[in-house]
Nanobody, 126 residues
Framework: QVHLKESGGGSVQTGGSLRLSCAAS????????MAWFRQRPGAEFEGVAA???????VYGVSVQGRFVTSKDNTENILYLQMNSLEPEDTAMYYC????????????????????WGQGTQVQVTV
């Protein structure tokens, strides 16, 4: 079991950057496929990025080339570096985890990931 807690959200102007962190507690951080999701106002959940040691990193089309996810297995922290932010990136961002069991993938399906953080809000202003 793993507990997740996001931080690093806030308000930033268009074109700016933010780095989100997701601190994980529990054993076996390296055994999990980790992912970032977001939910824009009035919209469905959207997979943003995923990472594990076997499949590397995968990104959603809307953030490809702008966002980078990484993980520190020593400190048990997942990161999401967000660059060239746009107003359309305004959303609640969540990290999620599931034990490695097949491809680590970006998906809009919440059910694909078992463990979730509470989320951190990102607002991008014009």
């Amino acid at each position: 079991q793993v507990h997740l807690k996001e931080s690093g959200g806030g308000s930033v102007q268009t074109g700016g950057s933010l780095r989100l962190s997701c601190a994980a507690s529990g054993d076996g951080f390296g055994s999990y496929c980790m992912a970032w999701f977001r939910q824009r106002p009035g919209a469905e959940f959207e997979g943003v990025a995923a990472i594990n040691e076997y499949d590397g990193t995968v990104y959603g089309v809307s953030v490809q080339g702008r966002f980078v996810t990484s993980k520190d297995n020593t400190e048990n922290i997942l990161y999401l570096q967000m660059n060239s932010l746009e107003p359309e990136d305004t959303a609640m961002y969540y990290c999620a985890a599931v034990l490695n069991n097949g491809p680590c993938r970006v998906t809009h399906e919440r059910e694909a990931y078992r463990y979730w953080g509470q989320g951190t809000q990102v607002q991008v202003t014009v």
